[in-house]
């Protein structure tokens, strides 16, 4: 049922305040403001190297997962998308901890990869949101979404949950590995907890979305940039408009321009620019400004200090809240959603059922 939805799509990103939230209650303790996830039957603290495989937007909320992994438990962190991982002979060394994302569990690739990494020794985790997949059932340490189910084709929801517990099993790893006193933990649950409400606050910036899509439309080609995590956010960008717009879309480290993308540069060509203010925002202008330079047309979206900072000369500027960078990958999420749902509705695309895809892969 879509309610007062027109698309299930539609539905399932309105819904993402909710069933974020549902997925953190279960793996937030807010009496005490610790993380609280399952008890794996091995040891977290004696994890030396974690391999982190997914397909798709999964692998996307792997890549974010990878820089938090690193960051907070400053644990090195194998990242690959499961149809490559399978045959090219990864070395896993003993004792290591293959991490597993999927909406539905059942995805061939990252089955097979699964199951290639316990014959390796490898202990299983598992982030999935159908709870009675394969992949649930294989798992050593089961980490499941609340998204509910998902029918949009494009994958929105489930990707907001997914980042909620890997945020949380980030900080989780991080303590096991004695890396986060118990006041960085405190901070940690409580920025979690402000992701719903800075979700909320994005959706409400839908019509304004929705007033970007005719600049989107009639283009042929799509650039999206960002740099840490809000790079696979603008990976993640790409992939939505062109599955289901059809509009040719690549995302970009936003330092990598220069290397090559940056020729493509023209009047024709929207670049979507996703840059929070805060550390990283300075460098990513910088490389806004070489593509304005040679007349680019960008759509900056950032917080109000950002747009005050670097909005000038931009053909539109987006402002969502301004929140801590651990929740950042899930309120931008929203709008690069939306903006890929809005445009494939002026283009009167199948939003929900779009062409040549399958909600679940099950060959390889
Ligand atoms: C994109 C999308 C796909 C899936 C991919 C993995 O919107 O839906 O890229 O993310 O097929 O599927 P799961 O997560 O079920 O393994």
Not at 188 to 201: C, D, F, R, S, T
Request: charged letters at 20%.
């Amino acid at each position: 049922d879509k309610g007062n939805h027109r698309h299930f799509m539609q539905k399932e990103i309105y819904e993402q305040p909710i069933v974020v939230a549902q997925t953190l209650r279960s793996y937030l303790r807010r009496i005490d403001d610790q993380v609280s996830l399952p008890v794996p039957d091995f040891d977290l603290s004696a994890i030396r190297r974690v391999t982190i495989v997914a397909c798709g937007t999964s692998f996307y909320a792997g890549m974010v997962a990878k820089y938090w992994f690193e960051q907070f438990a400053r644990v090195p962190v194998d990242l690959d998308v499961a149809s490559e991982f399978r045959y090219r002979a990864p070395v896993m060394e003993d004792g290591g901890l293959a991490l597993f994302i999927s909406q539905s569990g059942e995805t061939a690739d990252t089955l097979a990869a699964l199951r290639h990494a316990r014959a390796e020794g490898q202990k299983i985790a598992v982030v999935v949101n159908v709870p009675t997949s394969s992949m649930a059932r294989e798992a050593d340490l089961l980490l499941p979404t609340h998204a509910g189910p998902e029918i949009g084709v494009a994958s929105t929801k489930a990707f907001t949950c997914q980042l909620a517990v890997l945020a949380a099993l980030a900080a989780n790893f991080a303590r096991a590995k004695g890396r986060l006193t118990p006041e960085d933990e405190k901070a940690i649950v409580g920025h979690l907890a402000e992701a719903p409400a800075a979700m909320n606050q994005a959706l409400a910036q839908d019509e304004a979305i929705q007033a970007l899509a005719p600049l989107i439309a009639p283009a042929r080609d799509v650039l999206y940039l960002g740099r840490g995590t809000d790079y696979p956010l603008a990976l993640e960008g790409a992939l939505k408009l062109k599955e289901i717009s059809y509009i040719h879309a690549e995302g970009y480290a936003a330092g990598e321009m220069k290397h090559g993308p940056i020729a493509l540069i023209d009047e024709a060509v929207p670049v979507i620019v996703i840059a929070p203010s805060g550390p990283l925002f300075e460098k990513t202008v910088s490389n806004m400004q070489e593509v304005q330079a040679r007349g680019g047309k960008v759509v900056l979206i950032s917080d109000e200090e950002g747009i005050e900072a670097a909005g000038e000369g931009c053909l539109a500027t987006l402002a969502l809240p301004k929140v801590h960078p651990l929740i950042a990958p899930m309120v931008y999420a929203v709008p690069v959603q939306l903006l890929a749902y809005h445009v494939a509705v002026l283009k009167g695309t199948d939003v929900d059922q779009p062409r040549n895809l399958a909600k679940s892969v099950t060959v390889e």
